[in-house]
């Protein structure tokens, strides 16, 4: 079997068991419209009596968020942590390491699927609410920004999966991983631009953000889509982002080979 | 069984929760860590607005540190006293161990509710009280004894309110057995209690100030630091805690109709 048609396989599968959960995701991105009011009723507020917040008008932040909830559903890692630490934990993972599947192939083939359905699913609200949205909705015409603005996007997914691949391998040392991810959730949302855009920050801040991966999860491919970053920036931007997905890769195949020195597979 | 007998129950579950705390140190650390940075972030959002700007709905940056460390605190002791409790009811409901507290010789709400502590949700309280204090001191408050117990009183009624719709929506697993992720819900609702009520217009008014009680369960408690009695105010807390825990615990006896275990 081609190596293409294994993972093909792994991610037609992936399809099938993340259809099953359609109303999870359905009443998830129902839920995200409630969080979108949050923004719009907060940023409204602080817009009043003012026309730009950092440069960028009330209806350009706003667009700035809608994208971003777009982005959760389509590249965000929503719980494959947890899956991968439960495989690990229960011993499911034994079956991996028998057969010719590389197992972060194999994940990320379900994680592809995953995203396929809940991307899908959590355009359906917003479309529902497209009529009371659109007239807020303002996103630059520049070519350029669609350009290279989906290589982002591919490469931003890649950093949100393989970030959560690493903190399902920490089942390995330890019991319980879940302090860890929410905690790193905390940071992510912190500097990952989903509290607030990242340029409203002290100049400082937002340049040393730019050389940490959160940067590069949701805010860097929603900051060009939304034109708050300039051509230049966006070039700069996915050199860095190209050495976060390379240097996650490279921690995500260190974490494997020595976890799978402390695993132990019992049973038959 | 009488209110003592409960008390006891109470007293050695706590004690029970801080001999577990202590055997699993850095998981207390670990997620004490968590709620401070959760708070950090909240905490973090209003220094970047009031960055760009002097008000948000007439409240400036201090009043709305008061707000955001009243809603921090309501939801410290929702995490610290009832939070695991209630989220483990969800999951002991699909699968059956649910029995476990109806075999009990006692209230089964009780003892569902109060069987464990999470005591790194207590201590990030003080962190919560920490920014209270900063934010009173920031905008020259001095609350006499009694602002402070009305305070605290209204502060208990946040408690009940949140209580109340957390209990209200872990219960609709009686009726809907694989709702995973429906706890989700609760957070999505409590985000909305770190906004002003003057921001909420239209439809967000009628929805989140009077329908649901998101907003009143911070506003109302600020506004007694910043404002002193406000008798209205007082008493639309005090009835919106009175309704929605009986909203929770009329649709937890309900849904306790429908339990029919899952084990063989």
């Known amino acids: 079997m081609s190596a293409f048609a294994k993972y093909r396989h792994a991610f037609l599968v992936g399809l099938q068991s993340n259809i099953i959960y359609r109303w999870n995701f359905g009443i998830r991105a129902l839920f995200s419209l409630f969080h979108l009011a949050f923004v719009f009723i907060l940023w409204g507020a602080a817009y009043k009596g003012q026309t730009q917040i950092g440069g960028f008008d009330l209806n350009q932040t706003l667009t700035y968020f809608i994208l971003l909830l777009v982005m959760q559903f389509f590249i965000g890692a929503f719980n494959e942590d947890y899956q991968i630490s439960e495989e690990i934990r229960n011993g499911l993972i034994n079956q991996f390491l028998l057969k010719p599947v590389n197992y972060y192939g194999y994940r990320f083939s379900i994680f592809l699927a995953a995203r396929s359905v809940s991307g899908l699913l959590g355009l359906l609200p917003l479309l529902v609410a497209l009529p009371l949205l659109k007239d807020h909705l303002v996103l630059p015409s520049e070519g350029w920004r669609l350009a290279l603005g989906l290589p982002a996007m591919v490469m931003a997914g890649l950093i949100q999966f393989t970030i959560a691949y690493c903190f399902g391998l920490l089942s390995f040392w330890f019991l319980e991983i879940q302090s860890f991810i929410i905690l790193s959730l905390a940071v992510e949302t912190m500097l990952g631009g989903q509290m607030f855009p990242l340029d409203l920050m002290p100049g400082w801040f937002f340049r040393v953000s730019q050389f940490l991966p959160y940067y590069y999860q949701m805010y860097f491919p929603t900051a060009i889509f939304t034109g708050r970053l300039n051509q230049a920036q966006a070039f700069e931007g996915l050199a860095l982002q190209a050495f976060w997905v390379a240097a996650l890769l490279g921690l995500a195949h260190l974490l494997w080979t020595r976890g799978l020195r402390r695993h132990t597979a019992v049973g038959g | ?264």
């Open chain 2, 1 to 264: 069984m009488k209110p003592l007998a409960y008390l006891r129950i109470w007293l050695a579950c706590a004690r029970y929760s801080v001999v577990r705390t202590m055997m699993f140190r850095f998981d207390f650390l670990m997620w004490s860590l968590v709620e401070f940075f959760w708070m950090g972030v909240n905490l973090l959002l209003v220094t970047v607005i009031y960055r760009h700007t002097d008000e948000v709905a007439g409240w400036g940056k201090y009043q709305m540190l008061l707000l955001i460390g009243t809603s921090m605190l309501v939801q410290r002791f929702i995490m610290g006293f009832f939070w695991s409790n209630l989220f483990e009811m969800a999951r002991n409901i699909r699968s059956g161990h649910f029995d476990f507290f109806l075999a009990q010789p006692g209230n089964p709400l009780f003892m569902v509710s109060t069987r464990k502590l999470d005591l790194d949700g207590i201590a990030n309280a003080v962190v919560a009280v920490g920014v209270i204090g900063y934010a009173a001191r920031e905008l020259g408050l001095a609350p006499s004894l009694a602002g402070l117990a009305l305070y605290a009183l209204m502060i208990f009624c946040g408690v009940l309110i949140n209580y109340g719709v957390l209990l209200a929506i872990v219960s609709l697993t009686f009726w809907f057995g694989a709702s995973q992720g429906i706890e989700g819900s609760y957070f999505t609702l409590m985000e909305f209690s770190r906004l002003p009520r003057e921001a909420c217009r239209g439809v967000a008014n009628v929805l989140f100030v009077w329908l649901l009680p998101a907003i009143v369960v911070s506003n109302v408690p600020a506004r007694v630091l910043l404002h002193g009695f406000e008798p209205v105010h007082v008493l639309w807390l005090a009835a919106a805690a009175a309704l929605w825990f009986g909203l929770g615990v009329f649709v937890f006896n309900r849904g306790l109709r429908r339990y029919a275990s899952a084990s063989s």
